[in-house]
Nanobody, 125 residues
Framework: QVQLVESGGGLVQAGGSLRLSCTGS????????VGWFRQAPGKEREFVSHINLSGSSTNYADSVKGRFTISKDIAKDTVYLQMNSLKSEDTAVYYC??????????????????WGQGTQVTVSS
């Protein structure tokens, strides 16, 4: 059974940085692609970033491109999301999940499963 735990969220001023971690239950990220999504109050869950199985390919939403970096450490069974130059509009609960469907795009939340419980990121302006 895959279990994911996000951590690293918090309160930060605009322009600041945070690094989120998504830790698997053992040998998780050597088996699956991983995605980060976020959900702000009253809004739908939206794609943030994706990294493939080997870590050789990464993808980002236009809204975070150039500011966020996704990476993985398979030995630690952890995926990171480094978030720099944070803006108030980045405020949301951030979730990680593993990709279970490969016939659809990597940005679709429906292609992912084993969602973590989420970690709150709040950016004050």
């Amino acid at each position: 059974q895959v279990q994911l735990v996000e951590s690293g969220g918090g309160l930060v001023q605009a322009g600041g940085s945070l690094r989120l971690s998504c830790t698997g239950s053992g040998r998780t990220f050597g088996t699956y692609d991983v995605g980060w999504f976020r959900q702000a109050p009253g809004k739908e869950r939206e794609f943030v970033s994706h990294i493939n199985l080997s870590g050789s390919s990464t993808n980002y939403a236009d809204s975070v491109k150039g500011r966020f970096t996704i990476s993985k450490d398979i030995a630690k069974d952890t995926v990171y999301l480094q978030m720099n130059s944070l803006k108030s509009e980045d405020t949301a609960v951030y979730y990680c999940a593993v990709r279970l469907e490969y016939g659809t795009g990597f940005s679709r939340a429906g292609a992912y499963g084993y969602w973590g419980q989420g970690t709150q990121v709040t950016v004050s302006s």
